[in-house]
């Protein structure tokens, strides 16, 4: 049974003082939010390479974390390096290709079979295609290459500002360096900050949101990675323009379940570009694309969710729709992300403290019931 504490002047006095310390701290995160991103940066990095670092040491037989965690450092960066090396000028002769075509559907009078000349006008009258297509050219890609020289014979000569964004990066980097150092340690000083009579449980909650966490985002960049790939592969079979930087935001968008349905309306729009342009006829190049999306979707749903994540995603696709619902509307872009593996973790908690508890006191119940008739 409850007791109702009363509020007498010494629990008031310290309900007011944790209202008022409440209310310091969020105005001191807001005051040093500049100071504190690149911190929150810095953990979301090591967090997201801290698998690397233990494989590393246990393919490499390395006793500390320093090795480890500069050899992690320099395969990252190989890594990256490298797919830049074989997207970037991909990409750039993709984007050419686009602005080209931009160029010509933009003075060009051309009808589609099914599809109204309505569309034609109103996607000419709201979106400059000139513009867009002067963006994407190779020579915008140039410009912007020698702005980043420029920029960086400023940073030498001088400009304040440029020289605090590159420190700023300088400081994220020596943030993610020393906290691959010493990510257990500092683990576990969080740990200790917790108070001891509220440890046990909030250990608990901890480690079952870190191991969702961890089995579901971790598992679902894999998953998104070679979606996005094989979409890629997919929209250069078929001579889709842009087909790399499509499918590869295919993938992006697939770290949040269903919301790679978004693509079509671009998918839709290149290929009715293509088509105006002098390419492939529309209704060809759009069921191709279709054909791609079904493909690599039955790809993901048979053999990359199950061999990866498992039953991660074994929820119902209206509970999807529900959760991806609620999680964004209280937290935005980042609820949509979180809205899987904390809607799971929710029923796990449901059934273990509710529903469980109650069928066993029915199964009790029972027994007794069958034993007195007995």
């Not at 969080?190 to 985002?217: A, E, L, Q, T």
């Not at 074994?314 to 809205?339: D, E, R, Y």
């Not at 799971?344 to 908690?349: D, E, F, H, Q, S």
Request: hydrophobic content about 55%; charged content about 15%.
């Amino acid at each position: 049974m409850l007791i109702r504490q009363r509020y007498d002047l010494d629990r008031t006095v310290r309900l007011v003082i944790n209202c008022v310390l409440f209310a310091g701290l969020i105005w001191l995160v807001n005051t040093l939010k500049g100071v504190l991103l690149p911190f929150c940066v810095g953990c979301l990095i090591a967090y997201l390479f801290e698998p690397f670092v233990q494989f590393n040491r246990q393919l490499l037989k390395l006793k500390g974390r320093v090795a480890a965690t500069f050899v992690t450092l320099f395969e990252m960066t190989f890594f990256f390096m490298a797919l830049c090396y074989l997207f970037v000028p991909m990409i750039i002769k993709e984007s050419s290709q686009m602005a080209a075509l931009l160029k010509t559907y933009a003075g060009s009078e051309f009808n589609i079979p099914f599809i109204p000349d309505s569309l034609h006008d109103f996607l000419r009258k709201h979106v400059d295609f000139e513009f867009v297509a002067s963006k994407l050219s190779h020579d915008e890609w140039v410009k912007m290459i020698e702005e980043g020289l420029s920029a960086s014979r400023q940073v030498i000569t001088g400009s304040l500002t440029l020289i605090m964004s590159l420190f700023s990066w300088i400081i994220v980097f020596l943030y993610v360096v020393f906290i691959m150092i010493d990510y257990e340690k500092i683990s576990a000083g969080f740990s200790r900050m917790v108070m001891p009579k509220y440890r046990r449980i909030v250990f608990k909650i901890g480690r079952d949101v870190k191991n969702s966490m961890n089995h579901y985002f971790r598992g679902q960049a894999l998953v998104s990675f070679i979606v996005g790939i094989l979409f890629s592969i997919g929209f250069l079979i078929i001579g889709l323009p842009m087909a790399v930087v499509l499918g590869m935001f295919i993938g992006l968008l697939n770290m949040v379940p269903y919301l790679q349905l978004i693509s079509l309306i671009p998918t839709t729009l290149i290929c009715i570009v293509v088509s105006v342009s002098g390419g492939t006829a529309f209704w060809t190049l759009f069921w191709e694309a279709i054909a791609v999306y079904c493909i690599v979707q039955a790809i993901q749903d048979l053999i990359l969710t199950p061999k990866i994540i498992g039953k991660a995603m074994s929820l119902n696709p209206a509970l999807i729709f529900l959760s991806l619902s609620v999680w964004g509307t209280l937290f935005g872009f980042i609820g949509l992300i979180i809205a899987i593996p904390l809607t799971t973790l929710l029923l796990a908690y449901y059934d273990e403290y509710f529903i469980r508890p109650h069928e066993r006191r029915q199964h009790i119940k029972a027994k007794i019931s069958n034993r007195q008739k007995g």
